[in-house]
């Protein structure tokens, strides 16, 4: 006898043994050792959680918990005890047929709760109407059996009509919640489709119990064979579902927990880099405020005539004593902005005359530069006036910088939002360098000159302001031929 005829002979051997009162005792007890390790699972997380979802899913288990533990009951009775099978034949298989209906029933549902996590009271309803229905036909159908054992006390309950339409019940039941978790994946995630897998192989032994009956007369023995080992797979599945999502839920938690405390601890630094700089700036600008007013006084005379050489020396200092203020102050500006501690005041504003401020027009001016502003007369829009002046501002100097001959500013309104866009014609930003440039503290290429001035924080302080109002800001340029800096805002 070669391996394969060995394999055969294990197979029929053990398939034998399984048609047997032994054989159902042994595959009842094996479910319900499945069962009883996922039910426990299931309420040890809910014990945790308190989650609904999980209370559903394990009133569902332990149904077929109780289930297979009264069928195993009744087995052992059967093959340990006095108890004959004929004597419970008109009840016991009903019985069974109803506990593992009625499980089902519970457990379908259960899995479909993220259909019904807003509408509970609607998935209630459902499943006391597929109860009522079930005991209802279970109860039409126990009575047609005992008058079918009355006349034939030895009968078997698988000819009988009332098993095709408890099977086929059986199928109606395990197709609910393939069709509700198809018409619904988005709220199952990735479970959904081994969910299904699993409802699909738990269906295959009912429908081959109705092919045997419809086409065998149930006298089929491969048929038979053939059913066997897909409940055991199916709970496998099961099985392996509900603890991935256990795991998952798990992690999820853990990460949540880390997530939580790092937030915790970057709230922390947040608060003592406010404090930092709230401190270092305001102890800053006590010095420079001295130094100015000894510059001033210098530049006055106050202390005696300067030549040329120290007259040069003082505006050097009193250049950077200005640039270095105007640094504490983008860095004062940002920090509020960052950490929400500034709220925005809106209105409705003429744009146009808000911008148009003489002063930094004549520093452009000053420059040669040409000013065209293509802004309608009265063009309002709800902003925060001081804070977008901000925004002008920045954006402005930044042009004057950078352009060659003109700048041209302008506005329009389109569907969702409006537009204010500021233009010039300067030495453009490269593309790489575009996605870096409302970072802190940076700045391209030749901009780190000094005579460039600025302090590489008035895009980042634009593009803060520019959120608040709920908006965004677009970059296009191209080297050599300018830069256009375009504030999208939607209407608030």
Same mark, same amino acid.
């Given at each position: /006898? ?29 479910? !319900? ?7 426990? /699972?299931?309420? $040890?997380?809910?014990?945790? $959680?308190?989650?609904?979802? &999980? ?8 149904? %077929?918990? *109780?289930?297979?533990?009264? /069928? ?15 004597? &419970? ?5 009903? %019985? ?13 549902? #259960?899995?479909?709760?993220? *259909? ?11 499943? #006391?109407?597929?109860? *009522? ?42 197709? $609910? ?7 619904? /994946? ?57 603890? !991935? ?6 992690? !999820? ?57 120290? !007259? ?24 509020? &902005? ?12 003429? &744009? ?32 925060? $006036? ?14 004057? #910088?950078?352009?060659? #001959? ?87």
């Amino acid at each position: /006898m070669d391996a394969f005829e060995l394999l055969i002979l294990v197979y029929h051997s053990i398939n034998k043994f399984m048609a047997t009162d032994s054989g159902e005792l042994f595959k009842k007890f094996v479910e !319900l050792f499945l069962f009883t390790v996922v039910s426990y /699972m299931i309420l $040890s997380e809910y014990g945790r $959680s308190k989650e609904r979802h &999980l209370k559903y899913l394990f009133i569902g288990f332990a149904a %077929l918990v *109780v289930d297979k533990f009264i /069928m195993s009951l009744f087995f052992a009775a059967v093959v340990f005890g006095d108890v004959q099978l004929l004597i &419970l034949n008109p009840f016991l298989p009903v %019985l069974d047929e109803l506990l593992e209906l009625f499980a089902l029933i519970l457990l379908t549902n #259960s899995f479909i709760f993220p *259909v019904f996590a807003d509408k509970v009271d609607k998935l209630k309803k459902k499943m #006391s109407f597929e109860v *009522v229905v079930l005991f209802i036909f279970v109860f039409v159908i126990e009575i047609f059996w005992l008058f079918t054992v009355i006349k034939v006390p030895a009968a078997n309950f698988q000819d009988h009509l009332g098993f095709l339409l408890l099977e086929l019940l059986k199928i109606l039941v395990l197709y $609910s919640p393939i069709y509700y978790i198809i018409a619904n /994946m988005n709220k199952f995630g990735r479970y959904g489709p081994h969910i299904i897998i699993a409802f699909l192989v738990y269906m295959i032994t009912p429908i081959t119990n109705v092919i045997n009956f419809v086409f065998f007369d149930c006298s089929n023995n491969n048929l038979v064979v053939f059913a066997h080992p897909f409940l055991f797979i199916s709970i496998l599945l099961f099985t392996r579902v509900t603890f !991935l999502k256990l795991v998952d839920k798990a992690t !999820l938690k853990r990460e949540l927990a880390e997530t939580k405390q790092k937030y915790v601890h970057e709230h922390e630094l947040s608060i003592m880099k406010d404090e930092f700089v709230s401190t270092v700036s305001h102890e800053l600008r006590t010095p420079i405020t001295s130094m100015k007013l000894y510059l001033s006084l210098l530049r006055q005379k106050k202390f005696g005539v300067l030549n040329n050489k120290q !007259l040069k020396a003082v505006k050097i200092v009193e250049n950077e004593s200005n640039r270095l203020s105007k640094l504490i102050s983008d860095i004062l500006n940002l920090s509020r &902005l960052e950490s929400k501690k500034v709220a925005v005041k809106i209105d409705e504003v003429n &744009l146009r005359r808000l911008i148009n401020d003489n002063l930094y027009y004549n520093l452009a001016e000053q420059k040669g530069l040409i000013i065209e502003n293509k802004i309608l007369k009265k063009f309002l829009v709800k902003i925060d $006036s001081e804070k977008f002046k901000q925004v002008f501002i920045n954006l402005f100097s930044n042009a004057v #910088s950078y352009a060659k #001959s003109k700048i041209i500013i302008f506005a329009s309104k389109k569907t969702n939002y409006w537009e204010f866009i500021i233009e010039d014609d300067g030495v453009g930003i490269p593309k790489d360098k575009i996605d870096k440039l409302f970072d802190k503290f940076y700045r391209i290429g030749d901009y780190l000159t000094k005579d460039k001035g600025g302090t590489g924080l008035g895009l980042a302080i634009v593009k803060n302001i520019v959120k608040m109002h709920r908006g965004e800001i677009i970059v296009e340029s191209e080297e050599g031929k300018g830069s256009r800096f375009i504030v999208r805002i939607p209407y608030l």
